[in-house]
């Protein structure tokens, strides 16, 4: 039996994501050592070269050796769940990607009727029908930003709690990669310097409708977009002085697999083994700069204005209106028109 090299086979796929795994955890290698550590002569290592090249993988050849820049969107799947089951992840085993969707919620909750206990990670490049909160749109250029879900089928919390810990993971994330100072938003807002660099959107429904009175007949998709590439000129005039991204807080450019396979690490602390609820909290508040600042929102069909009180992890946002009088203020049903 021979081997079936053509560039579609299965077989040479797989040496393909065997070389990319090298170079994207060595950075630089020679083709003599991919050679040895692949266990394929130089000339094959050249051509899968060539073809990860033209597959639209950014490779350069250097003094040093072969140096990988950048992996092209087709190619993140394997590489995620092979490092994640590698490193005894869950988030990232099971994963899917799509050069452009309508929302990467939307496919968490078609996948979510196959049943499937393990938690999903959705990609896309680009969302036609991006959402935010309060049906507000999230824009993003190709190339330029995370745009990911988690399906986290039976998640033992509620939407208040999962809103609060995801948003301090991808605050902890981007403090540990660019080693600045970040603000949570309360309830779905990361920013930086006043600008806000990410956002998250959770959507909760009953697994089985004849299951609602059961806790754990809940179904969360976890909706995080991440700005990493852009540039001020990418946003649109309205935003452009009140967002900002990573590469423009740090000054130079980001490779996201890596950023997001830190951010999958974060969140699956935060989200699907977490500490005790008590640290947690503490440590998003202590990012949080509305307690105890004037505010008003709309909740209830209501508008109220008030001080924050508190947030409380189970029921919201906690406002101390004018009269004393306090309200409990829940993120999906809440709009914050002024600070």
Known sequence: ???????????????CECLLMELYENQTATVEALSRRLSRPPADIHRLLEFLRKSGCGIETTPAGVQLDDISWPWWRAILEDRSGAAGRMLGRHVLVFDQTTSTNDVCWQAARQADERPLVVL???????RGRRGRRWESKPGQSLLLSILLPAARRNA??????????VAQTIETLVGVSTVVKWPNDVLVDGKKIAGILIETRWANPQEMDS??????????GL?????????????????ASLAMISHHPWNRL??????????????????????????WKARCAMLGQPIRVHCGGMEIVGRVADIDPLEGLVLRDETGAVHLCKARETTV???
């Open 215 to 224: 806790p754990t007949a809940l179904d969360h998709a976890l909706g995080i």
């Open 1 to 15: 039996m021979t081997d079936d090299l053509s560039p579609g086979s299965s077989i040479e796929r797989r040496r």
């Open 258 to 283: 890596r950023v997001l396979e830190a951010l999958l690490e974060q969140l699956e602390r935060n989200c699907l083994h977490p500490p005790a609820p008590a640290p947690l909290i503490a440590a």
């Open 227 to 243: 700005n990493v590439g852009q540039q001020s000129a990418d946003f649109p005039a309205p935003l452009a002085d009140r967002a």
């Open 337 to 339: 028109l002024s600070p």
């Open 160 to 169: 208040e709690t999962l809103t609060l810990t995801a948003g301090l993971a």
């Open 124 to 130: 896309a490049d680009v969302q036609t029908r991006g």
